[in-house]
């Protein structure tokens, strides 16, 4: 029996059923690429769920970890402070523009982050309302679920959500959702919800990710930006899968020039070990007195050391850039498929830099989804030797988020391999037809 195989039953017999996932137990992996248990290689296109910017194991990250790991590897931040969590906060503040000072706090996870951000908005305004959007992904745990704007998987079967959470429309254009429709629909929120002067933040992401890489209007997020300031609501950008040059810029929001008053960052922040951050608006940042914030493991040294490596790294190599080339390679080709006669599966290609996705519909009039053929060429490739991800709310979506550092000719294979999936999902679809 493979590896794979054995270690699948081995994962049956002993792990919740609700961490779901993929067949492929990693061995070990380099960059944009990794083996597997059977000693198979695979082009990796998820990054880890746009976590390896910087690649699997980047030199210069993993260096920054072993020497940290020598001075030490853990104290807790509240008892032993230590300059690299400083150095760290500094830099991120910089990188933020708020349009003011900034303040941040380093967490362990995403969603601690988007908790986190939530505690100092509702400390800042001394109201408790929340407005997410749908689509929307802010994580598993209790307050992170009830953001997220879809309701099965995250919420099926886990009770009443914590109160004083609403969800407005996420404009969709793909799907006939303008800007107007979806401000249409916060407005009703506030007129017959929850009064404005009750809401302590919107929270949004400007390029969704699991929802399926739709890009906020530039027009959405700058009424977003009024509204708030009208009714002293803090904004909050989910950055999380977004940002960290991922899209081509440090921050995604940045393609819009909206600002935000809070930042959420994590996934590429630290090149695969557990680190978030909120950055924003010192007097939000700073409105939970003293003790409010923190936690054991949050701001870990060796995250911390691998995060000043990784800002260094994609300032060195420009990665940023390299996002928007990725980017426009992987356009160039989705494009130029979904050209060809038979490919009309393909209804939309959308996305900035490296954070790329092209919806599958069974036609594009009715532009109904088509999640079996998603599913269908995700497996395929992986077949193939590429790992993908699907996503959306209509779980229609293949989205890919190769490394930034991605050498030319893995990003080559891989989409030759991509269109060979693609190619004979469809094929199969029209000789079924
Ligand atoms: C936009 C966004 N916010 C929050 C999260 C939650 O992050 P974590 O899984 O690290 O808690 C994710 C994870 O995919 C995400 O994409």
Redesign the pocket.
């Known amino acids: 029996m493979s590896q794979n195989k054995e270690l699948a039953q081995r994962r049956a017999a002993a792990v919740a059923r609700g961490v779901a996932g993929k067949g492929i137990y990693v061995a070990r992996a380099q960059n944009s690429e990794l083996w597997d248990a059977d000693g198979r290689r695979y082009l990796d296109f998820t990054a880890g ?2 976590v390896n910017n910087t690649g699997h194991r980047h030199p210069k990250v993993m260096a920054a970890v072993a020497e940290q790991a020598e001075a030490f590897t853990h104290t807790c931040f509240h008892v032993g402070p230590f300059e690299a969590y400083v150095r760290l906060c500094e830099r991120l503040n910089g990188l933020v523009d708020t349009g003011g000072e900034n303040r941040a706090a380093l967490l362990t ?6 908790e986190n951000a939530i505690k100092m908005a509702r400390a800042r305004t001394g109201r408790s309302g929340v407005i997410a959007f749908s689509g ?6 209790l307050l ?1 679920m009830a953001l997220t704007g879809k309701a099965h998987p995250y919420k099926t079967g886990f009770g009443a959500m914590p109160a004083e959470i609403y969800h407005a429309p996420f404009p969709n254009p793909f799907l006939g959702v303008s800007t107007e429709d979806a401000l249409a629909g916060l407005e009703r929120i506030l007129a017959s919800d929850i009064c404005a002067d009750r809401v302590a933040a919107f929270v949004v ?1 400007p390029v ?3 929802g399926g890489f739709n890009v906020a209007p530039f027009d959405f997020l700058a009424a977003l930006r009024e509204i708030a300031d009208r009714h002293g609501i803090v904004l909050i950008f ?5 940002g960290i040059a991922r899209t081509g810029r440090m921050l995604s929001c940045e393609h819009s020039g909206v600002k935000a008053d809070l930042v ?1 960052l ?2 590429g922040l630290a090149g695969g070990f557990p680190l ?1 951050a909120v950055v924003g608006k010192a007097d939000v940042v700073d409105a939970p007195g003293a003790g409010g914030l923190g936690g054991t493991y949050a701001g870990n040294p060796l995250a911390v050391a691998a995060a000043n490596a990784v800002l260094d790294v994609i300032e060195e190599e420009g990665l940023c850039a390299r996002a928007a080339a990725i980017g426009e390679a992987i356009r160039t080709r989705l494009t130029a498929l979904a050209n060809r006669p038979g490919f009309e599966a393909i209804g939309d290609i959308r996305g900035f830099g490296a954070m790329m996705a092209f919806e599958l519909v069974e036609d594009r009039q009715s532009k109904a989804a088509a999640p079996g053929l998603a599913n269908d060429i995700v497996a395929k490739a992986e077949d193939l030797g590429l790992i993908i991800l699907s996503c959306g709310t209509r779980a229609n979506v293949v989205r890919l988020l190769t490394p930034l550092t991605i050498p030319d000719a893995d990003l080559q294979e891989g989409l030759d391999l991509l269109e060979q999936a693609i190619t004979a999902s469809i094929g199969q679809l029209s000789k079924a037809a």
């Open positions: 769920i746009a996870t995403g969603v601690e982050a988007v929307a992904f802010h994580g598993r745990t992170g992401e969704q990710g699991e989910d950055e999380i899968q977004g959420t994590a996934k978030s």
